[in-house]
């Protein structure tokens, strides 16, 4: 696998030059499989903030590019994708090193994020920014949509490469100017995405990136100067800032957490549900926001399905990224590991039944590695049922129904994602429709971000991927005009 090559990884990029920060510190990369320091970038601090801040607001308010047609965004985002396309291999290998994912599906993950350049530049080309509706007062009105401006796109670790070019992909097309603030554990992916971006000749102070952590992120968030921030992370993060936002009644998308449910229905077998349930947790080690953690199963089928998944659960090769048979790496961080064991042992105390799992494996003796765990007889009231873990530990819940099953899945602060686990299209759309949630796929966790994605209640507010995407970064101007133009 390619070793990525990062030309600058002191500096920050604002205004289109490789800047050495005035006030950040170094950040540290450790690998999750051998927890050794594998790599050091450059840290912006709260005067790096105001200084990218600066560059975007200046660049926007030009207007040199936010004013430009659409269509030479579109080409210069086109000219991005294909530079990132080109440098995949070691977005790639920068994923597995810094996250522990397993290099197997590394390259697959990798595509869906430069897949969203292309799905954006596709919704671009068909986005009628301006149209001539009909108005009883004017016979030249007009509606237009223009972008919204300085935009901070603040991301979290599990997939970095994805999440940052679901936010930026709409905004460049849109015709806003960005500043990256990337996870300071995963900050590599942005700096291949700025170098391109100086590479294909975007304007100066079109896309900056001041990697860092909290405090800085948090002045970050906190400029006047900053129109728009994009954020994926925690609901508690998500609070924060929409709590900000809300004081200057600034726009804000916020795509967070989620403790996403999986019905099994009656015609679904125990051995078939067991299969699905646990190549699902098992998926990026349980850290994905979309992960089915409560599986709701039929009361008499509920011992026969946690004995199905112990089973399935104890076949899974732990290993490092490099293990290319391995089918679960390690947890991403110390913190995360810590996290999972404070779960587990939380889901001990108020009374689940540990089935499986629930400890850090014998091998490797190294990394901050988990065993997939089953908690059985879980009631949706425990902790467990109703905090994300984000790691791979998932809640058996007995019901009495379907319609049991959907007043269990609801009862959740959250709404991202669900799934319903049935051979009957027809069963699985009439549940789907009740369940309060973004995303809801038959048969497993499937997300399409060619589509709308984000959550319902506390998952979020807003839309990334498809049109509603696209509008997320755009303001809608009603003009009337005395004739047509
Ligand atoms: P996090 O909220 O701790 O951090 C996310 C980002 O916000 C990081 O870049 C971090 O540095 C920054 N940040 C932290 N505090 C901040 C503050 N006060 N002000 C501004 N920025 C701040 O989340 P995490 O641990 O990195 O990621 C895991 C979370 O992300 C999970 O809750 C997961 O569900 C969520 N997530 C959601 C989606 C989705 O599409 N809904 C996708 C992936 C991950």
Redesign the pocket.
Known sequence: MKTPHVQFPDQLYIGGRWVQPLDGNPLEIISPDTEHVVFRVAGAGPRDMDRAVAAARETFDRGGWSAAPAFERIEALQRLADALERREPELAAAWSMQMGGPTSIAPHIVRYGTQNLFDAIKIGRQFRFETSPESAIAKGARIVHEPVGVVAA??????PYM?MTAKIAPALIAGCTVVM????ETPIEAYIIAECADEVGLPPGVLNLVP???HA??H??RNPDVDKIA????????R??AQVCGERVRRCGL????KSAAIVLDDFSDAEAAKILTSTIVTLSGQ???MLTRAIVPRHRHDAIAEAIAAEMKQIRIGHSDDLEAQMGPLATKRQLERVEYYVAVGLKEGAALVTGGARPPRPDRGFFFEPTLFANVKNSMTIAQE?I?GPVLCLIACDSTDDAIRIANDSIYG?NASVLTHDPRAAAAVARRLRAGNVAQNGMRADFSLP???FKQ??IGREGGEQGLMGYLETKTMLLDTTM
Not at 231 to 238: E, I
Not at 255 to 258: A, F, H, R, S
């Open positions: 603040i991301t979290p670790w599990n997939t999440l603030k990337p996870a300071p860092a952590e909290r992120a948090e970050l968030m954020f994926t992370g925690s609901t508690a993060v998500g924060q800032i795509e967070l957490g989620g994905v926001c979309a994300e984000f991202l994605w984000g959550g998952s979020g």
